[in-house]
T-cell receptor, first 112, second 116 residues
Framework: NAGVTQTPKFQVLKTGQSMTLQCAQDMNHEYMSWYRQDPGMGLRLIHYSVGAGITDQGEVPNGYNVSRSTTEDFPLRLLSAAPSQTSVYFC???????????FGSGTRLTVV | AQTVTQSQPEMSVQEAETVTLSCTYDTSESDYYLFWYKQPPSRQMILVIRQEAYKQQNATENRFSVNFQKAAKSFSLKISDSQLGDAAMYFCAYRSAGGGADGLTFGKGTHLIIQP
């Protein structure tokens, strides 16, 4: 049982490049979400999903796309990276009910 | 939209003493969940404790307990017998219990320093 797995752990992109941050969970959790963490800002919700085929926007969705074709995977896509997207990105999942989210170990992304 | 406020950017406590971290939130909802997460230098987000808004009893987990005041929209975390391993960033978070929107709303965090 690996929990929530994020890949890669570190990434450097050039402005305008695209990439996908991968997130997979093996706990059969229905709910998944993506956050970004910037210094002094806490974590902010980018997108979330309440089940396969269902996604919605969070607080800071601009510049990011998501899809949820399976229960296990919830990738985050940056279509055209910008320096403002330099951040640490966390993926998280939870079961339906009262539990809190279980987090992955994060991806540190730098856009130059 | 809900907001979560942590008014203490940094707190310092002597090892073995007790410290309380403050959190207030704003919401128009009546049913929700509140959480405290710990983030050590490793960057991993670790769930410390959770509270269901419909429960009046304050949650406890070993040395960690909360003071949940629903009317005041306050949710403080008390750490008893502080240990060096408690040093970390602590984030207060909110999640709606109603159908529809999901995900967590976080405060900006409190950096807890443990003095040996």
């Amino acid at each position: 049982n690996a929990g929530v797995t994020q890949t890669p752990k570190f990434q450097v992109l050039k402005t305008g490049q695209s990439m996908t941050l991968q997130c997979a969970q093996d706990m059969n959790h229905e709910y998944m979400s993506w956050y970004r963490q910037d210094p002094g800002m806490g974590l902010r919700l980018i997108h979330y999903s309440v089940g396969a085929g269902i996604t919605d926007q969070g607080e800071v969705p601009n510049g990011y796309n998501v899809s949820r074709s399976t229960t296990e995977d919830f990738p985050l896509r940056l279509l055209s990276a910008a320096p403002s997207q330099t951040s640490v990105y966390f993926c998280a999942s939870r079961l339906q009910g009262t539990g809190g989210y279980t987090f992955g170990s994060g991806t540190r992304l730098t856009v130059v | 939209a809900q907001t979560v406020t942590q008014s203490q950017p940094e707190m310092s406590v002597q090892e073995a003493e007790t410290v309380t971290l403050s959190c207030t939130y704003d919401t128009s909802e009546s049913d929700y969940y509140l959480f405290w997460y710990k983030q050590p230098p490793s960057r991993q987000m670790i769930l410390v404790i959770r509270q269901e808004a419909y429960k009046q009893q304050n949650a406890t987990e070993n040395r960690f307990s909360v003071n949940f005041q629903k009317a005041a929209k306050s949710f403080s975390l008390k750490i008893s017998d502080s240990q060096l391993g408690d040093a970390a960033m602590y984030f207060c978070a909110y999640r709606s219990a109603g159908g529809g929107a999901d995900g967590l709303t976080f405060g900006k965090g409190t950096h807890l320093i443990i003095q040996p």
